[in-house]
């Protein structure tokens, strides 16, 4: 069997998208790259938590060809696939799931604002919403149209200073240096969905607009940097 | 250095993540020893099922390590203003990101007292700090945190005691008590309130604060000096 380390770490980071609360039924998914071999591994399709294990797990290539597995990968692999295929060298893990409060803001179309540091430690920016897919799209190639659809809203944005963003209609996907990374992003996505939602109602309730209470940019910066600059403060040495 | 108070704040730290009101490293506790002028605090960015009583940092008043290999929260030098300013009334404080807190902090809003669970805990609307400025964010961006939540409550004539919590706007909530375990339980409070005050606004869009007796007799009954709230 191949990748037996790597199959073992998205083991974990599936088994921690329940955990946290991101996955009811079987409504996510979490892979990780091997750079060197052009792989990624990746949950088998329509399996549930509690039956999932390591061995179980489906290894592809870039362009979502099953390699190694006997189970059919999630249906999502295409989109993993060509987010690896056009950033690998950036990214090396990728979640998707469907968590209730970033799905909102993706069925309403709607870019998370910045509205405070819980955000700006981690999203240099609002969390993304990307263009909905056009009926040919869908219709043609939808999950790899899904990621393309990714990459063509991320023009001129960097996937490491916004580590995930939002899909029209669908739901968050997420990305980090390796799936543990990718995970922790998907948790960060779901609390400033709640934490943004909430700060919009209560700052409607008090006649105020929702313009009046972004963070200014000069506070992203510092938290961003104190975080992840070169003179960063944030964790141990 | 400073055995005992290493132990306690450890086990605040271990009661704020039982709470569940924490993700990830989102949070930091420190517990003030009078004596000596120093406090003891979580480090930075280690998870709680790492973080060991000897892992936790000695700093000053000024925030500067006087003991400790790791480096101490970010948010230190808000927590040595907060002793700085209030050191002989407060003795532990706590600061998370708990996310019903958070969004009143980001609406940049004081939470208004609706009600006894409220007023039991903290005596009057709790508080949200005005915004830094760039300047201060650029030059004192943790001491400004602190010096923002001293001079709000002493602005609205409240002292640490009766209002034993703050939000910073756009950051979230800090809660302090006689020790870090009654900040922790205070922090606990605090997100318990920020929830029932959302969900009250969306039931009844109008709705107006308590009565401010009705405040006056549930503070009084808790902490009054004739208080009759839990056992002798």
């Given at each position: 069997m191949m990748l037996k380390e790597l199959r073992e770490k998205v083991y974990e980071a599936n088994m921690d998208l329940p955990k946290h609360g991101l996955v009811v039924f079987t409504w996510g998914n979490a892979s990780e790259l091997d750079r060197e071999r052009g792989l990624f591994v990746i949950k088998p399709s329509g399996v549930d938590y509690d039956q999932l294990k390591p061995e179980q797990l489906v290894i592809c290539d870039l362009d979502g060809n099953v390699v190694e597995g006997d189970l059919n990968p999630s249906s999502d692999t295409p989109?993993?696939?060509?987010?690896?295929?056009?950033?690998?060298?950036?990214?090396?893990?990728?979640?998707?799931?469907?968590?209730?409060c970033a799905v909102s803001w993706a069925e309403a179309g709607r870019s998370i604002p910045c509205y405070g540091t819980t955000q700006a430690d981690y999203f240099y920016g609002e969390v993304p919403c990307m263009r909905g897919l056009t009926a040919e799209e869908i219709e043609e190639a939808y999950e790899l149209n899904t990621g393309k659809v990714i990459v063509e809203g991320f023009e001129g944005k960097d996937p490491v200073a916004l580590p995930g963003c939002l899909v029209r209609n669908h739901g968050p996907f997420t990305w980090g240096k390796d799936a543990a990374a990718a995970v922790y992003h998907a948790v960060v996505v779901e609390e400033v969905a709640k934490m943004s939602r909430d700060a919009e109602l209560l700052c409607l309730a008090a006649g105020k607009k929702p313009e009046d209470i972004l963070a200014p940019q000069y506070l992203l910066d510092k938290h961003y940097m104190r975080k992840h600059g070169p003179n960063a403060y944030y964790g141990q040495k | 250095m400073l055995e005992e108070l290493r132990d306690q704040v450890f086990e605040a730290n271990k009661a704020l993540q039982a709470t569940g009101i924490v993700k990830y490293t989102w949070s930091n506790v420190s517990g003030f020893d009078k004596a000596s002028?120093?406090?003891?605090?979580?480090?930075?960015?280690?998870?709680?099922?790492?973080?060991?009583?000897?892992?936790?940092?000695?700093?000053?008043?000024?925030?500067?390590?006087?003991?400790?290999?790791?480096?101490?929260?970010?948010?230190?030098?808000?927590?040595?203003?907060?002793?700085?300013?209030?050191?002989?009334?407060?003795?532990?404080?706590?600061?998370?990101?708990?996310?019903?807190?958070?969004s009143w902090s980001q609406s940049g809003r004081d939470i208004p007292c609706y009600g006894t669970l409220h007023a039991d805990y903290f005596y009057g609307n709790i508080p949200c700090t005005r915004a830094e400025t760039e300047t201060e964010v650029e030059l004192s961006y943790e001491e400004t945190a602190a010096t923002l939540m001293v001079e709000r409550l002493a602005a609205d004539g409240s002292d640490p005691i009766s209002m034993s919590g703050a939000l910073v706007k756009y950051v979230g909530p800090y809660a302090w008590g006689k020790d870090a375990q009654e900040a922790v339980y205070r922090m606990d409070m605090l997100e318990e309130v920020a929830k029932i005050a959302t969900l009250t606004e969306m039931h009844n869009q109008g709705v107006q604060e308590a009565p401010r007796y009705l405040l006056n007799y549930h503070n009084y009954r808790m902490h009054g000096t004739k208080g009759f709230y839990g056992q002798q």
């Open positions: 989109t993993h696939a060509y987010l690896y295929k056009m950033w690998g060298d950036k990214i090396g893990g990728v979640v998707h799931t469907h968590s209730t | 002028g120093l406090f003891v605090i979580t480090p930075s960015g280690v998870h709680s099922d790492e973080v060991t009583p000897d892992k936790l940092v000695v700093c000053d008043l000024k925030g500067e390590v006087v003991e400790g290999t790791m480096r101490p929260s970010t948010d230190t030098k808000t927590h040595a203003g907060l002793y700085a300013a209030w050191g002989d009334k407060i003795g532990g404080a706590v600061h998370t990101h708990s996310s019903w807190a958070v």
